[in-house]
């Protein structure tokens, strides 16, 4: 009922930029809240930032000053412009959107998208 779908990782060189994208479609009457989580290898996955409907936006500390946050109401889409990117940024980013479907409120994960911060 629900699809959300993230694209732009890659590789990248340490210090270069990155800009993620989450889509989401399908049944959704509303959406309260979009977020960017990451899981690295052998690592659970944590909260890089989130955004609510009324631009609220939270970053976790390791982010700040580097990733930028953004969506398009319109559009059910939001956005991670990552600079300045890290070895320790390595990892899957996972969108998760938090949205009234059916009349039910619910969280819906993407599949994630890959970055590998390297030389």
């Known amino acids: 009922q629900v699809q959300v779908v993230e694209s732009g990782g890659g590789l990248v060189q340490p210090g270069g930029s990155l800009r993620l994208s989450c889509a989401a479609s399908?049944?959704?009457?509303?959406?309260?809240?979009m977020g960017w989580y990451r899981q690295a290898p052998g690592k659970e996955r944590e909260l890089v930032a989130t955004i609510t409907s009324g631009s609220s936006i939270n970053y976790a500390d390791f982010v700040k000053g580097r990733f930028t946050i953004s969506r398009d109401n319109a559009r059910n889409t939001m956005y991670l412009q990552m600079n300045s990117l890290k070895h320790e940024d390595t990892a899957v980013y996972y969108c998760n959107v938090d949205a009234l479907v059916n009349f039910k409120r619910a969280g819906y994960w993407g599949q994630g998208t890959q970055v590998t911060v390297s030389s």
């Open positions: 399908g049944r959704i009457l509303s959406i309260y809240a």
